[in-house]
């Protein structure tokens, strides 16, 4: 919580868009325009996105800022379809004409074998390469961008045509969502994973529970949690609806980032005083494994 005064106490995630929208204060419900700190793209929906970029900015428009267009290939590889090839080879043709910063091929084009620095699946690459930073705002064509809210930053999915203006002009209209808040205390039993958290949440509320809602996870559970535990809990709350996920940054969100980035950021936390749509607590020493069942992750079920 922030200390001293507070004129108009905001949850996390509206403190980050009210930055990013350049807002003394937000309220659920607000349309804002934001600046976009990175955008990435796959090679799923990147060949769109790029389409669509040249369709409305011309033929050689050029990205508001090529250090903060992310592009991974990482759904279409290592397939011999010339369709699904062709995706990758559209993103490698437009990085190198834009002279994108980070992309992070496939190929090795010296002798076109797998490229030994190649990153993976896009959401663990953007946390491992330093793209994912508190207070930012990062946004993807992939509904698990949310992934990113572990490190108390604002992160969710777009799609092909946001993604197009948000490649040209930096910035994309958002609705300010309200904040669900998820207080998780007690100690992890060692027979308990994050995605059991994520599970046991999801089965609570149902996988409409937070529909176009911010879900902020506190408490001393989530405080012992390794960054790769917050990602798996963040990752997971578009199967519940939910804008973003976001866990508070701390001492292990800053360890984490140590040498991957050198961009400065600056966190930000929810006022004591903000107001959230709902409180959900759980003592987690008392949860046990589960399990979600056909044909929706929902459909939760304890292991046993």
């Not at 793209?41 to 050029?62: L, N, R, S, Y």
């Not at 508070?248 to 050198?262: M, N, V």
């Amino acid at each position: 919580a922030s200390t001293g005064s507070v004129k108009s106490p905001m949850t996390t995630t509206e403190k980050i868009l009210a930055r990013a929208s350049e807002r003394a204060s937000l309220e659920p419900g607000e349309n804002v325009w934001v600046d976009v700190d990175v955008l990435m793209t796959h090679d799923v929906c990147g060949p769109g996105t790029i389409g669509i970029f040249k369709q409305e900015f011309g033929e050689d428009a050029k990205v508001w800022d090529r250090e903060k267009v992310v592009i991974i290939p990482d759904h279409y590889i290592f397939t011999s379809d010339e369709r699904a090839n062709r995706n990758v080879d559209i993103l490698r043709d437009f990085c190198e004409e834009q002279k994108i910063k980070y992309f992070y091929d496939i190929k090795d084009l010296s002798d076109f074998r797998a490229n030994p620095d190649y990153k993976g699946v896009c959401h663990i690459a953007l946390a491992q390469e330093g793209h994912c930073r508190p207070g930012e705002v990062l946004l993807g064509t992939d509904s698990h961008t949310c992934n990113a809210g572990a490190f108390g930053q604002f992160a969710t999915g777009i799609g092909n045509t946001d993604a197009g203006f948000v490649m040209g002009t930096g910035k994309a209209l958002l609705k300010v969502p309200p904040t669900i808040r998820f207080v998780l205390d007690g100690e992890m039993p060692p027979y308990l994973l994050a995605k059991d958290l994520i599970l046991q949440i999801i089965g609570e509320i149902s996988v409409s529970g937070a529909t176009y809602r911010s879900m902020e996870f506190v408490g001393s559970t989530i405080e012992s949690l390794t960054m790769e535990e917050r990602m798996t809990l963040c990752n997971m709350v578009i199967e519940a609806g939910g804008k973003n996920g976001v866990v508070p940054a701390d001492e292990t969100t800053f360890k984490y980032l140590e040498g991957k980035t050198s961009v400065e950021y600056e966190p930000v936390y929810s006022d004591a005083q903000a107001r959230f749509y709902s409180d959900y607590r759980f003592d987690v020493s008392k949860l046990e494994p589960v399990v979600a069942k056909p044909h929706s992750p929902d459909n939760r079920a304890q292991a046993r």
